[in-house]
């Protein structure tokens, strides 16, 4: 797993930039903007279930913080086709992306980073297991927004310190912590307004933090690349 793992915190930072049914922040949204991905959770990483590249369906990850898409080589021998290749998000829906080529230790054969959604905005809903492209504006309401400058982030709270971290859907963990060594440890935790309390997290050698699924998933999670805003919305489906 710590080999996995490795294989694509290595490529992120390769690829990164310099009582009644809740109401969901976006249920205003015309349909016609909007197309929905659906995803499945496999070793807490969020597969694509539906889209292709070239035609070829495989095992294709989401990673909100990479700026640019990647490719395994052993999946890109197989397409028969030079770059920029046709990643098709739906049957109506497609787009021409130039991804880097790099291996992905096994993890899958791609990863979809920022630029398949270009300057428009994505939804992740970890309960209904969707991922919503949007053309349109992000809807805010009732999100706790932060406007980032580099790779999207939100402002979390640890042990009483506001700091800023990456959004990282290619992270599993909770949280990673910089640090000049690596470890484990413990850390109070507040992000979104909510309080998490003590929670286990991940100390290693990175120049900022970066909240991963396990916290992630506790939200409706959504990414304006356009207009560099990100919105948290407490999903009260999902217990804490």
Same mark, same amino acid.
């Given at each position: ?10 490529? #992120? &930072? %390769?690829?990164s930039w310099i009582g009644c049914a809740p109401v969901l922040p976006w249920h205003d949204e015309p349909v016609a903007s909007e197309v929905n991905i659906a995803f499945t959770i496999h070793n807490n990483l969020l597969f694509l279930s539906t889209p292709t590249i070239e035609n070829h369906r495989g095992r294709f990850f989401l990673s909100t913080a990479s700026a640019r898409s990647a490719i395994d080589p052993q999946f890109a021998a197989t397409l028969q086709a030079r770059p920029p290749f046709?990643? #098709? ?12 080529? *790099? ?6 054969? #791609?990863?979809?980073? $920022? ?26 309401? #009732? ?6 400058? /580099? $790779?999207? $982030?939100?402002?979390?709270? *640890? ?7 990456? *959004? ?7 949280? &990673?912590?910089?640090? $000049? ?7 109070? *935790?507040?992000?979104? /307004? ?16 970066? %909240? /991963? ?7 409706? &999670? ?8 990100? /919105? ?9």
């Amino acid at each position: 797993m710590y080999s996995k793992l490795k294989a694509i915190a290595t490529a #992120a &930072v %390769a690829l990164s930039w310099i009582g009644c049914a809740p109401v969901l922040p976006w249920h205003d949204e015309p349909v016609a903007s909007e197309v929905n991905i659906a995803f499945t959770i496999h070793n807490n990483l969020l597969f694509l279930s539906t889209p292709t590249i070239e035609n070829h369906r495989g095992r294709f990850f989401l990673s909100t913080a990479s700026a640019r898409s990647a490719i395994d080589p052993q999946f890109a021998a197989t397409l028969q086709a030079r770059p920029p290749f046709t990643f #098709a998000i739906s049957e109506k829906e497609s787009l021409r992306v130039e991804p880097v080529v *790099v291996s992905l230790g096994g993890t899958g054969d #791609a990863m979809f980073g $920022a630029d398949v959604w270009g300057r428009h905005s994505i939804t992740i809903d970890y309960h209904a297991g969707l991922v919503t492209y949007q053309k349109q504006r992000m809807e805010p309401a #009732a999100m706790t927004l932060h406007r980032f400058s /580099g $790779a999207p $982030a939100v402002l979390i709270d *640890v042990d009483g310190k506001k700091v800023e971290a990456i *959004v990282d859907t290619a992270l599993p963990d909770t949280l &990673v912590l910089p640090a $000049a060594k690596p470890s484990r440890g413990t850390a109070h *935790v507040q992000m979104g /307004g909510t309080d998490f309390g003590t929670i286990d997290v991940q100390y290693a050698s990175v120049a900022q933090p970066r %909240a /991963g699924n396990r916290l992630l998933s506790r939200f409706l &999670v959504s990414i304006d690349y356009g207009q560099r805003v990100t /919105g948290l919305w407490r999903d009260p489906r999902i217990p804490l």
